[in-house]
């Protein structure tokens, strides 16, 4: 401000030459335009003209002049246009919307002589330092200033619509802040202001959109529109917005979200995006090994997770051994993985939730996407029902391998199997401001090749149905039902008599109903209650024709139903401080029909040491367990961008998967837990630091936590799972415990962008008794298969331009543990293998290195399609990293065997459009 | 275009899952460690009992390593100390005879030649059981091959044995199918510029058409009567035998022996069946050290194997296959036995003698070849088994045999 007056100073004092310069001049336009005329006028006088080329546009000018001053000429020809002159000795400046004033105006005079008439004062701006979106930063000039005119007022008028839809929007205030002036607008969305000149910052507001501001500055008569976006949008917003300094702010720990969108450019596997695979980049999240089912979260086993698309639970989401997880990417939302403090309207697993949401689809307009890779072809497709309420999402994913591998000649392969496929649809429905309803359902399918004389298939089947209802602005109510069902099955069809199927399966249906309570600003609640019926058939076993001899097997299936109640409040203190405290309650009951075993009293289970059978009718209660968990979380900001959290919480699992991880199939199955095996219990303390800088570009975050299990369940020496009808004579339950820090850096914008991030962790277990089989390496504690602890992965993007990136991604893991056979030995005439200890030995480390290069079709708004093209190549350095070392025995004589996935370096090119 | 696509999809399919065999020896060299391996089972028979020790050796390595220069007590809780001497290597007997008492409890100490001092946890006889019968029983199996099946009957006049392993030892006669008294035999006489052959037949120095042999069992047969409310076995089954299993040819006879075990061998012995049972690719075993109840007192180091003490009855069996299956076939012999007639000599500048090689070889003399085909000699010959029964046992009855 002081530097314009000091400005206007000099400028005042310059002004009286210039007028005194001013010579006349005769002159002829006709049709010419501004730079014409200036060009005249520079011709005749010697008069030099200051502006911008861009200011003039395209107005036209006529006239005659004879013997004219030049400001009598310019006044004239710049009446149309929104600029002024301002005459300085032989210097003309333009200027756009603003005069130059030569005096200071008498502001005070003024008022006090003329009361009545509201006196008009010169218009400056004023520097103000700007905290909203940066587009208002700038204010907006309306009109043309004019330096001598009586009118005091001007109006000010507009149309406010929907951004959406384009409609217009009536009853929507527009008030100048701060002023006491306001109106509203009428049924065609028009509203109309009188203003002085002056800046203001014009204000929106109704109940059912989000408020929107603009600044402008009022020179004359002008037009100022609005779009609005409906309200249940601005919240989406406002979460986008939150996103940029989520790390620091959110409440609970151990907390990641992976934007889909955010993902395109990370190097692919086959083509294929993928969110799973993000998410093992992260820290505190990895496999056992490429390739292998499921995910261990901060030294968790992989049945501890629960995964849940759309509400519904997923058992295997995974395709191919892992390769590609089940999630399509297009259909998917976003995925936020809680993998410290757990909310309390989750349970039933120890370790996280994966949330996945599937994205609502468009109600606007048809689009799509489409995606042709190597291995998959992906179509999805968005269709409005009820233009902006109702729309249907259909997404399929499938291999053409199944064909290519039929139409081969190689014999070896002709017979082979290796296809997969997933296809989802999504119906959401927007019933009114209060209902919403939405419809999904889910189904994959996996089948391919183990062994050349066996075949190996699994699906998931999920649905899931939602209602949304307001009761208030202050309440709300959610009923979810879902159904799912896991399945596996091998068929053998060897050279003997012994071909057979076996079959798996499980299923779970949940209703759940939550409540959400806001008290205040500072205090939301959530509560509710939910429960779960487990139906379990843990196998079949029969003849795969009539040859063979197999005789057929039923295990008798089992059930057991799941009730909690939960109830959580986040609760923000003050500024800094924050609690999200939650509380579940659940009880579950193992169910009949069912055939239980007592074994004898303080001895080891066994057959040797069976008493009774007991058996159960339907639905009898054989067993029942309860546990209370509590969620408790606390931030606090020791500034803006830098916040610490710590959070408890214990959990309680009472589903286990019964998995040793020594063969090359993926024959997990899962187990309730009933009269001779308890639940799992965990319990997690975590502490974090959490920063960001330079406006949240950067990210940084050091997590630590430490974690005790009790009745994890593990196997004891010489254990067969498969098909065994007495189980818990071949289970321990056992202690566990694992620790670890993480560390996580992220840039989010700019040329360079990615994330690196290092874990350090341990994950170890204890088995321990007084009975000697059913102790493991002394009851010591040894590593789980799943201890690996180093993990470092980083993915990097640079943009080179706005549609050329490459991208990188590395990955390093120490090996997994595993148990070895270490020599032989003669006992009663035969012979035998002598094992190591449980997890005594590695297998080698995994390392892997992908590079991604990217490029996008141009940006144009009006072309059909938006095109991007994606070549990467998987393991660059073509690294053989086993993902399982296993022994067989055959014929007396014990084999290893090691099984990887791409030990070469993998190029494949995708195109992906969207329309 | 269309091909590369073809190309790359088939490429990665084909690379994606890869099995490949390690070298298990590699793998397991690192951790190899020579452990002890203990076998003792001392019984309540009134006999020289026997330990056997050796060592854990590499895989696909010469074995077993005998361990010898140790000694040996078992200490009984009545302060009874039994001394055992080596009498041949990795072989200890008692030096006097002992049987295990009811009520006491043994363990065993053992200090090796390199000076690992290795103990048990105590043991006891779990009660006595009475093999009242052994019998055999022509009938299918579940797999619906037929056979013939031995079943034990057994009662408990204690009321204590809970846990039983069964061992057995067969014994069978073997009947050489194309026999003959006579070998053929050949001299070589070599000349300056020739040689020549003359083969000749001379009655056998012994008898080599009816053998025995004796085989012990090497699966682990378990059984348990905890869930039963009586203490009796009835009709189970210890052996099945095919009826195409050559064995059971002529005469066959089965020594079964019961052990009644404490619980800790009876699961020591299941977890060790369990870790040796053929897995196929989809079966899922946990490996792991299956743990005994034995443990070095001065070391850190394992000790395989297990020490226990039980009691024991035994009883035999003898059946003929022409009382089961009168008038059928024999099953097949051990191997084809189809003469064949190699040529006597091949002359030439380097002549060759493949019937003089044949008989090298082991291949016995059946008959004179009555029918020559080309290039074929005149005496047929036989695989050593079909006409020398003692490739497979000896040529006289075991002590205990019974015709």
């Not at chain 1, 006491?180 to 607008?185: E, F």
């Amino acid at each position: 401000m002081r530097v314009f007056l000091t400005l206007f100073t000099c400028l005042s004092f310059l002004r009286i030459n210039a007028q005194e310069a001013a010579k006349p001049i005769d002159a002829e336009f006709e049709n010419a335009t501004i730079e014409e005329v200036i060009l005249e006028i520079e011709s005749k006088t010697n008069y030099r003209f200051y502006f911008l080329k861009e200011w003039l546009g395209d107005t036209r000018f006529s006239g005659n002049y004879t013997k004219e001053t030049v400001d009598v000429i310019l006044d004239d020809v710049l009446k149309e246009t929104v600029l002024n002159y301002y005459i300085m000795d032989e210097k003309v400046i333009l200027t756009r919307n603003q005069a130059i004033h030569d005096e200071i105006p008498e502001t005070n005079e003024a008022i006090a002589t003329d009361f009545e008439e509201e006196t008009r004062a010169p218009v400056f701006i004023e520097k103000e330092v700007v905290e909203e979106e940066a587009e208002e930063a700038v204010p907006e000039l309306i009109g043309k200033e004019e330096t001598n005119t009586k009118q005091t007022k001007y109006r000010i008028s507009g149309y406010v619509k929907d951004t959406d839809t384009g409609a217009p929007m009536a009853n929507v205030a527009v008030s100048a802040r701060g002023k006491g002036i306001g109106t509203s607008t009428d049924s065609n969305g028009y509203y109309e202001l009188d203003l002085l000149p002056g800046t203001y910052t014009l204000v929106t507001n109704s109940l059912n959109t989000r408020s929107k501001q603009r600044k402008i500055v009022v020179y004359n008569n002008g037009e100022v529109n609005f779009s609005l976006k409906e309200k249940f949008e601005r919240l989406s917003e406002v979460l986008i917005q939150a996103d940029a300094d989520r790390n620091v702010k959110e409440v609970i720990t151990g907390v990641t979200k992976i934007e889909v969108e955010g993902i395109k450019n990370i190097p692919l596997v086959l083509g294929e995006r993928d969110i799973m695979k993000v998410a093992i980049s992260l820290p505190g999240i990895a496999t056992t090994g490429e390739g292998s089912n499921g995910y261990n979260v901060r030294g968790g086993k992989t049945d501890q997770n629960l995964i849940l698309l759309d509400e519904a639970a997923i058992y295997n989401p995974s395709h191919f051994f892992g390769i590609f997880s089940a999630i399509n990417p297009f259909t998917t939302g976003d995925v936020a993985i809680y993998k410290g403090n757990i909310p309390a309207e989750y349970g039933g697993r120890l370790s996280s939730v994966f949330d996945i949401t599937t994205k609502d689809a468009n109600t606007e307009k048809f689009s799509g996407e489409v995606s042709v890779g190597p291995v998959t072809g992906n179509v999805v497709l968005e269709l409005p029902v009820v233009k902006d309420k109702a729309g249907i999402m259909v997404g399929g994913r499938s291999t053409y391998s199944g064909w290519i591998l039929r139409s081969l000649d190689e014999e070896s392969l002709k017979n082979s199997e290796a296809s997969f496929y997933d296809a989802i649809v999504k119906y959401n429905h927007k019933l009114d401001d209060n209902n919403d309803i939405r419809v999904s359902a889910y189904y994959s399918k996996d089948r391919f090749s183990i062994t050349s004389d066996s075949i190996y298939g699994y699906s998931n089947r999920l649905a899931s149905l939602g209602w949304n209802h307001k009761f208030n602005e202050k309440n709300r109510a959610a009923i979810t039902l879902t159904n799912s069902e896991y399945q596996f099955d091998i068929e053998y069809d060897g050279d003997f008599n012994n071909d057979f199927a076996l079959d798996y399966s499980n299923d779970e249906t949940e209703l759940k109903l939550k409540f959400n309570y806001d008290q205040s600003e500072r205090s939301q609640y959530t509560y509710g209650i939910a429960s779960k019926l487990y139906n379990i058939s843990p196998g079949t076993f029969k003849p795969l024709n009539d040859d063979s001899d197999i005789e057929r097997l039923d295990l008798a299936k089992e059930k057991g139903l799941e009730t909690s109640v939960f109830l959580s409040n986040n609760f923000e203190v003050n500024e800094k401080l924050a609690f999200d405290a939650g509380l579940r309650y659940s009880i579950y009951a193992f169910l009949g029909p069912g055939i239980q075993n007592t074994y004898e009293e303080g001895q080891p289970r066994s057959e040797s040491t069976l008493v009774e059978s007991e058996e159960f009718g339907n639905n009898e209660i054989i067993e029942t367990y309860n546990g209370l968990e509590g969620r408790f979380s606390a931030r606090y900001f020791l500034k803006d961008d830098f916040s610490i959290k710590a959070s408890y919480n214990n959990t309680f699992q009472y589903i286990h998967t019964l998995s040793t991880n020594t063969t090359v199939s993926p024959t997990d199955t899962w187990k309730l837990s009933d009269k001779n095996i308890k639940p799992q219990r965990a319990q997690q303390i975590a502490i974090g630091a959490y920063k960001n800088f330079e406006d949240n570009m950067y990210e940084v975050s050091l997590e630590a936590y430490g974690k005790t299990y009790n009745n994890i369940l593990d196997y004891k020496v010489g254990a067969q799972l498969l098909l065994n009808e007495s189980l818990e004579t071949e289970v321990l339950q056992g202690e566990g415990r694992s620790y670890g820090i993480e560390f996580l850096i992220k840039k989010n914008r700019g040329v360079w962008n990615g994330w690196i991030g290092y874990t350090y962790s341990r994950s170890e277990l204890k088995l321990d008794s007084e009975f000697a089989e059913e102790r493991i390496n002394n009851g010591n504690y040894f590593p789980a298969n799943y201890d690996k602890p180093h993990d470092f992965s980083a993915v990097l993007n640079y943009q080179l331009t706005k549609r050329f990136s490459f991208s990188g991604n590395i990955s390093y893991q120490t090996g997994r543990p595993i148990t070895y056979p270490i020599g032989t030995y003669q006992f009663n005439g035969a012979e035998y293998t002598l094992y190591s200890d449980r997890n005594q030995f590695r297998i080698p480390d995994y390392y892997r290195l992908d590079v991604g290069f990217n490029y996008e079709g141009n940006h144009k708004i009006k072309k059909f399609a938006h095109s991007f093209w994606n070549l990467s190549i998987y393991n660059v350095l073509g690294r053989n990293n086993p993902y399982s070392v296993f022994f067989v025995t055959e014929e007396g004589e014990i084999k290893a065997f090691q099984s990887s996935i791409f030990a070469i370096p993998v190029p494949t090119l995708t195109f992906n459009f969207k329309f | 275009m269309k091909k590369l696509i073809m190309y790359m999809t088939v490429f990665i399919l084909t690379s994606i899952s890869c099995v490949e065999e390690l070298n298990v020896l590699e793998l397991s060299e690192s951790g190899f460690e020579d452990f002890l391996v203990v076998e003792a089972n001392i019984t309540d028979e009134m006999k020289t009992q026997v330990v056997l020790l050796s060592r854990v050796y590499q895989l696909g390595g010469d074995g077993p390593l005998p361990e010898s220069g140790a000694l040996i007590q078992v200490i009984s809780s009545n302060n009874e100390t039994y001394d055992f001497q080596e009498v041949e290597p990795g072989k200890y007997e008692s030096v006097t005879q002992f049987s295990a008492q009811n009520d006491i409890k043994y363990k065993i100490e053992i200090s090796t030649s390199n000076n690992e001092t290795i103990t048990s946890s105590e043991s006891q006889l779990e009660g006595k059981s009475v093999l009242d019968d052994v019998y055999f029983e022509r009938n299918f199996n579940e797999n619906n091959d037929e056979g013939v099946s031995i079943f034990i009957n057994a009662s408990d006049p204690t009321g204590k044995a809970k846990y039983y392993r069964y061992t057995y030892e067969e014994t069978y006669k073997i009947i050489a199918p194309k026999y003959s008294s006579l070998d053929l035999h050949y001299t070589i006489t070599y000349y300056d510029t020739y040689s020549e052959i003359v083969y000749f037949t001379l009655p056998k120095e012994e008898q080599q058409q009816i053998c025995y042999n004796t085989v012990p069992s090497q699966d682990i047969i378990l059984n348990s009567n905890v869930g039963f409310s009586q203490q009796e076995i009835d009709s189970y089954r210890v052996r099945f035998l095919s009826r195409y299993n050559t064995i059971i040819s002529h005469r066959y006879s089965i020594l079964v022996s019961q052990y009644v075990q404490s619980l800790e061998a009876q699961r020591y012995y299941e977890n060790l069946r369990n870790l040796s049972t053929s897995e196929g690719i989809l079966s899922q075993t946990q490996p792991g050290f299956v743990n005994g109840n034995l443990f070095s007192i001065n070391t850190d180091r394992k000790v395989v194997g297990i020490f226990q003490v039980s009691s024991v009855d035994k009883r035999r069996v003898y059946f003929n296959y022409a009382d089961l299956f009168p008038g059928e076939d024999l099953p097949p012999y051990f191997q084809s036995c189809t003469p064949f007639a190699p040529l006597e000599a091949n002359p030439g500048f380097f002549p060759t003698y493949p019937l003089a090689d044949a008989i090298d070889q082991g291949n016995k003399y059946f008959q004179p070849n009555e029918d020559i085909m080309p290039e074929e000699g005149s005496y047929d010959l036989v695989a050593p088994i079909c006409g020398n029964c003692t490739v497979m046992g000896n040529n006289y009855p075991p002590d205990f045999w019974e015709e």
